[in-house]
């Protein structure tokens, strides 16, 4: 069955760096589309990356373009979310997700988009 486990999330200072890991199972890794969303309180969850595993192409969110970047280690069927120079409005659980097919700039970011999803990892930043 599909697994989806994150990992690496914690508390860092303002422009600080942390490295996310999503590591999922159970399904043909290269077909899926894996995403990064995050839920701060009192606010709706909003996507915030992107990776199509079809093609290697990857979207951000306009709030993390430029500071957070996604990559994937196909033999590890592992997607990462590297962030660097991190703001308190960072902090919020960021959440892992699959989608059985290639997503693209119109529907990458939404919710319905996808099938599975992990637990979530709390990300904090503050001084």
């Known amino acids: 069955h599909v697994q989806v486990v994150e990992s690496g999330g914690g508390l860092v200072q303002p422009g600080g760096s942390l490295r996310l890991s999503c590591v999922a199972s159970?399904?043909?890794?290269?077909?899926?589309?894996i995403g990064w969303f995050r839920q701060a309180p009192g606010k709706e969850r909003e996507g915030v990356s992107c990776?199509?595993?079809?093609?290697?192409?990857?979207y951000y969110a306009d709030s993390v373009k430029g500071r957070f970047t996604i990559s994937r280690d196909r033999g590890k069927n592992t997607v990462y979310l590297q962030m660097n120079s991190l703001k308190p409005e960072d902090t919020a659980v960021y959440y892992c997700?699959?989608?059985?097919?290639?997503?693209?700039?119109?529907?990458?970011?939404?919710?319905?988009?996808?099938?599975?999803w992990g637990q979530g990892t709390q990300v904090t930043v503050s001084s």
């Open positions: 997700a699959t989608a059985p097919r290639s997503l693209y700039s119109n529907n990458w970011s939404e919710e319905r988009a996808y099938d599975y």
């Open positions: 990776f199509r595993n079809s093609d290697g192409t990857t």
């Open positions: 159970g399904f043909s890794f290269n077909l899926y589309s």
